[in-house]
């Protein structure tokens, strides 16, 4: 149980309760299962649900629904408490000491006889009781406002994240995962602050006026001046504060968008190494960073301002009151100016640190606020889910029908003329397998999701009977084991997930990995093969219990031997009672389904049988039909596999938590960053003269009074005045004072400026170096960091340094010189507060030793940064898998975890608070016997006749109340900040792709294009076994290398070794040249490749084709006319300058391939890698790559990962992989003219008919290439 819910009340009330920990702190570093679970306050689903309820209110009452009004709903009763305490503190506690010093202040006036020494004491004793109390209850508040903001913050994030789930794919086309990671990690941080001055946007008004009536009828209308002066900067406040507003909405606008680039860097990183676009991207970043810094900037000026009042406001009021009291006639004397000075302190609280920040923080959250709703108004998918109701304008009575649509067209974007889907009639019984196929951009994914209600329907109607599972196209990995992977929230049930894992080729898979199905898969499933990861996002969608099963192309990412088994075991064997519906371009199985719909341009072109299609098509539907249709359907033989049970249960890599206090090479660093040393020094210099500026007119003013008194009693006495200096006379003192204020007024601006401007240049140098270091270092980086976490460090982590950072690094500072001159200045008022000094440094310093080893913990935690990477994760993960999870009806499970996330950060977040809040309620109450001792020293012990020395020493006491414990409570801020630096500084110096340069190649190298491998062994890291074993083969020029090999055999790693994404043994030699001798910038540069995923970047389509602009508009169009995009491309708005959507998600699958062809083509290298290129795409399109590739790369050396073996064996050679060796090289015929080969075993495998065909393919090409010899 939390120790908070066991406390009585008189520990709750001095924080009793949170001194065990402190110990255990002190003891030992705490770590995360020291944490307590969440209070139930503070629980993330209970908050998240009643702030939903509150906004669906909102949402059906009105057309602009508030989410402040639903905040308020929510959480009134905690504001209007808090707001009743800050009331008691500002017109209660803190008006009884500048009134109760004000009758102190009179027993000190010369020959007075108004106040006794009795009363003159029990003042004493009201100043120091109320002291007392406005520790008590002012840390209480504080405590309840930052409460308030943490549980206001987790239950937008809460709102969100639910919100986030329910989007139609159209909000997602202006909606990216950067914005929505944004408005987790910088916009919701705006309640965290808000609150803690929210209340003084209305305390402070009623507070300035009571004020004034109380320093007109105490000191009369003269000390009003200084209040005037207080309220003529108000407009300039406001107006600060509106700027600030406008700043934040374009540094949210802007974090936005290099937020959204990192995540798309992140993600399709490899691309970026292997097409050698770093510095186009980071150009990107760059000027993103540079668009975002200049905003910051601006709002750092503002702040700058905001500080500099703080300095000089409050002394200047001071000296305008003064002045007028002086030409008015007046001597100014220690009653008159340390009542001002108590009550201008007063003032000072709410009109220079309160009510600045109420308008910025107000401003800048009216604009998170209105992000936020923004992003909950945006449109959402129908609540209709399929086997629940029906969606669409009518229901159809389709009693045999598992599926059924009638007249049905659907379009993505509404303002689009075309539709996506036209006039489709589309029909599928209950225990029917259906095939649907067509070529590019046909429609057949857009098919699937009206089933799924993904897309919206314009007209038609559809009817969905019974539950749906769903396999994606891109299969959708999480992270977690392969076994949560397939049950994804469903009951373990082990005889079926046996069987499941059986009939989806996984087993032995399993017998190879160290956990079985116990393996962590990494975010995205990077530890998987792209078979493996297509097999088991088919297995969660089999595994599910459903009526119908829409599997949408999961035979083309695996080789023919595992494509057979799953269709004959999985689709025809499980599924065989079941409604499939199959999305394929894996020809040969056609024959074996129930029915054939074949789309083209959104439309159903023709349906039917196999045999009705074979008589009603024309001559090339039947030549397709003929070439892959396979008569064996007989099963395909299972493998014996030996399960390896694993030795212990994997975890996931957690992050890397420095331990203890930061350290020093940390500030160095940072300082560094900022301009140097020098740069360094001349920033603290400043400080020191700026306070040592405004603590020394504090004195001057004591000095002054002092001196005005001396000459009054001398004239009381009739004897001569004699002037010793030049202050002898008012009005010396009045030039003086004057010529301070305006030095300080300066010197403070300056200062301010100053610092900001170092702390920006620190702040964009160490988001560079970070930046540089993320996309030099190797891939093993990528594989084992989840990508939220990455973004943690470019979001959250470069926010607080950006923004949060100089505000803490600026108050230590501040406060540090502050403390240390008014210790001396009350040291020179009177020896008596010498014990009071030794007081503190005996008692109050081993507490703070304490509360730094414990804050050095609870920071690791607590702030915002190690717990919260799991939720960017989370996000990030979720909208990747959003179709899945919908079709899954799994919303709630991930709720639940997104829950857990959040509660495991409200756990350390909330003992930070506690223990920040403990520490400066103890230390103030040091402070508070320190008050006690000053101000009751006077009357006990010192026989002070002099008011200013007596005014100095208890209004600086006074001061140094809440500066002690603010000034440690800062000091701990910039450690949680620094933490932020230290994270950003690690990933800064991260280990870079190994790059030796030994040679200089030339610019046409290579000029032929051979590829050697000798002895080439891979491993992924030092711990893990080799995935490539001592590979030798060699490409000759011209030569096409087909590579086939069953899933995991070590295929696309033989691409790893050749772009060097990994650590290699032995050589990859291109052109007589070993490639680790070459940069590695030339090495991939020569190499063009289509990978096995392809990428597309949010940007135009021009960027995407050629980051660098190295080739004209002629060029680029030649090379879509080449893969028959130019249709396409001419049709968008823009034609090459039309947006890419995040993702690419704009385009199909198969187009998004295409587009890979197209910058092979652009790029026209003497070597191309397919990396199973073909796999996503129709039997057309596939020989449409087929014949750009022969007559564009006829001159290439071309290696080509292939599992459909028709593209390769009109090869020179093929090359088999098994178990990541090569086991068999030659030509496809010279293979399989051994029927114990390898290949001669695949070739089989593809069925009678087929194999007969892909024979004939072989032995022509093997009689061409011998004729071309001879």
Known sequence: MHPREQANVLSSLFFCWIIPTFIKGYKKDLCEEDLYGPLKSHESGTLGDKLEEAWFAECQAKNKPSLIKCIWKVFKWEIILNGWLLFMIELGVKLAQPICLAKLMEFYIPNQSSVTKKEATIYASVIVLATFFNVLLGH????????????????????????????????????????????????????????????????????????????????????????????????????????????????????????????????????????????????????????????????????????SLAMFLNRTAIFFSILVYIFSGYTPHAYYVFVVTAFFNVVRQSMVVHVPHVISSLAEASVSIKRIEDFLLREEISQIRPGKSVRGISMVNKKYSAVSIQDISAKWDVSNDDNTLSDLNFEVGSNELVAVIGTVGSGKTSLFHVILS????????????????????????????????????QDMDAGKYARVCQVCALERDFSMLPYGDESIVGERGVLLSGGQKARVNLARAIYKDADVYLLDDPLSAVDTEVGKQLFDNCILDYLRNKCVVLVTHQLQYLRMVDRIYILK?????????????????????????????????????????????????????????????????????????????????????????????ASFADYLLAYWVNLEQKKSASLNENTAVVHINIFGKTMNCVYFYTSLICFIIVVALIRSMTFMDFCMVASRNLHNKMFSSIVHTTMRFFNVNPSGRILNRFSKDMGSIDEVLPLGYSGYVTDLFERYVHNN???????????????????????????????????????????????????????????????????????????????????????????????GFWLDLHCVVYVGLVTMGFLMVSNESYGGNVGLAITQSLSLTGMFQWGMRQWSELENQMTSVERVLEYADLKPELDVQHENVSDDWPESGEVRFEDVSLKYSPEEPFVLNKVNFTAKPTEKIGIVGRTGAGKSSLIAALFRLAETEGKVVIDGVDTKTVPLQDVRS?????????????????????????????????????????????????????????????????????????????????????????????????????????EKFRRCTVLTIAHRLNTIMDSDKILVMEAGSAVEFDHPHNLLQDKESAFNRLVNQTGKRMSQVLRRLAEKSYDYKTQEKS
Request: proline share 3%; glycine share 6%.
């Open 825 to 919: 200045t009350s040291r020179s008022s009177q020896s008596v507060v010498l014990n009071p000094i030794r007081c503190y440094t005996h008692n109050i310093l081993p507490t703070e030793a304490v509360f730094f080893g414990e804050q050095s913990q609870y920071k690791e935690n607590g702030s915002n940064m190690y717990a919260r990477s799991p939720v960017f994760s989370q996000m990030s993960t979720s909208m990747q898998g959003l179709t899945t999870i919908r079709a899954f009806g799994v919303q709630e499970n991930l709720k639940r975890v997104f829950d857990s996330h959040q509660n495991l950060h409200s756990s350390a977040f909330y003992m930070f608070l506690i223990c920040n809040r403990a520490f």
């Open 601 to 693: 341009r959104g439309r159903i072109e023709i349906s039917g049988t196999f045999e009705q299609l074979y008589e009603l098509g024309n001559e090339d539907l039947r030549t397709i039909l003929l070439e892959h249709q396979d008569d064996d359907r007989s099963p395909g033989e299972s493998r014996d596999t030996e399960k390896l049970n694993a030795l212990k249960t994997p975890s996931e890599m957690k992050e890397y938590r420095h331990t203890g206090a930061i350290e020093k090479r940390v500030y160095r660093k940072y300082v560094k960053a900022g301009g140097g040393y020098f740069m360094g020094f001349l920033v603290i210099m400043l400080f020191i003269i700026t306070q040592f500026s």
């Open 1086 to 1190: 020569k190499i063009s490749i289509i990978p096995q995923e392809p990428v597309l970047f949010s940007g135009t389509l021009r960027r995407n084709l050629d980051p660098f602009d190295l080739y004209d508009d002629g060029q680029l169009w030649n090379a879509l006319r080449e893969v028959e995009l130019e249709e396409l491309a001419r049709e968008l708005p823009l034609g090459l300058y039309s947006r890419v959507s995040e993702g690419g998600s704009n385009f199909s699958v198969g187009q998004r391939q295409l587009l890979c062809l197209a910058r092979a083509i652009i790029r026209n290298n003497n070597i191309l890698v397919l990396d199973e290129a073909t796999a996503n795409v129709d039997h057309e399109t596939d020989g449409l790559i087929q014949r750009t590739i022969r």
């Open 140 to 307: 209480h508040y504080m405590l309840g406002n930052q409460h308030l903001g943490m549980k206001t913050r987790v239950a937008c994030c809460s709102l969100i994240y639910r919100k986030s789930m329910r989007l139609s794919k159209s909000a997602l086309v202006n909606t990216t995962i950067g914005q929505m990671i944004n408005l987790l990690s910088n916009d919701v941080n705006r309640f965290d602050t808000t609150f803690m001055h929210f209340h003084n946007f209305w305390a402070a008004p009623i507070q300035i006026i009571v004020i004034t009536s109380l320093i007109y009828v105490m000191l009369g209308v003269y000390a009003l001046a200084g209040i005037g002066f207080f309220l003529i900067f108000i407009p300039l406040q406001m107006f600060l504060g509106k700027k600030a507003s406008k700043y934040r909405m374009r540094i949210a606008m802007k974090t936005d968008e290099r937020v959204r680039l990192m995540n798309e860097i992140i993600c399709g990183i490899q691309v970026i190494k292997m097409y050698t676009w770093e510095k186009s991207f980071a150009k990107l970043v760059e000027k993103a960073r540079k668009l975002e810094v200049r905003e910051i900037r601006a709002t750092s000026f503002i702040r700058a301002i905001h500080s």
């Open 454 to 489: 993904e897309l919206p329907v314009s007209k038609g109607y559809l009817h969905v009977n019974g539950i749906v599972s769903y396999a994606s196209q891109e299969p959708w990995i999480f992270p977690g084991t392969i076994k949560d992977n397939i049950l994804f929230g």
